[in-house]
């Protein structure tokens, strides 16, 4: 099985023929055009694979239509579901770009040594809020900004920590 990133989510209903509104987890929306199939996720952990009659953009919002989605009333059992994607079909990256996936499998360090385990990433104000957990079992957010985090090291799993007093 390919391995699968989270590319978007579905929001609310457009116009009465079933289209839904989609926001882009990259804001990156050629990608998209190329899919025939999405596999949906909610956060219960459900799963539905549904096949795609179409996207096109609305001013500046994708718009998604679903085969079987009909009516703005059939879109409401989807919004809020997560849309699934091979990694092979995602956005491409550009130079020091990365995808937050690979972040949550690496780990913190200071001068080499591991001092915490990135757990999951958040969506913060101003940037992604990286959740890690030290060895003694304390979590901490951690912004993903150049003024607190260094080299990204996806081989080796690290990220080097330019800040450890964000960890006290």
């Known amino acids: 099985m390919e391995d699968l990133l989270a590319t978007g989510l579905l929001k609310s209903s457009h116009g009465v023929r079933g289209e839904m509104k989609v926001h882009s987890y990259s804001d990156e929306y050629a990608h998209f055009f190329k899919l025939e199939k999405l596999l949906l996720r909610n956060k219960d952990g459900r799963e539905r ?3 795609v009659e179409g996207f096109r953009m609305n001013g500046g919002e994708l718009l998604v239509k679903l ?8 879109t409401k059992a989807l919004a809020g579901w997560e849309i699934w994607i091979p990694r092979s079909s995602a ?4 130079d020091g770009e990365v995808y937050v996936k ?12 591991a001092v ?3 757990v999951s990433a958040i969506d913060g104000p101003q940037a992604l809020l990286l959740e890690v957990e030290t ?7 951690v ?5 607190y985090l260094g080299a990204v090291d996806l081989m080796s799993g690290t990220i080097e920590l330019l800040a450890p007093w964000l960890l006290s």
């Open 49 to 51: 694979t549904c096949l």
């Open 67 to 74: 085969q079987g989605i009909d009516s703005p009333e059939a």
């Open 91 to 94: 956005a491409q990256l550009c």
């Open 102 to 113: 690979d972040l949550c499998a690496c780990s913190l360090t200071v001068g080499g040594l």
């Open 116 to 118: 915490a385990k990135v």
């Open 135 to 141: 060895p003694d079992a304390r979590k901490y957010l």
């Open 143 to 147: 912004p993903y900004m150049a003024q």
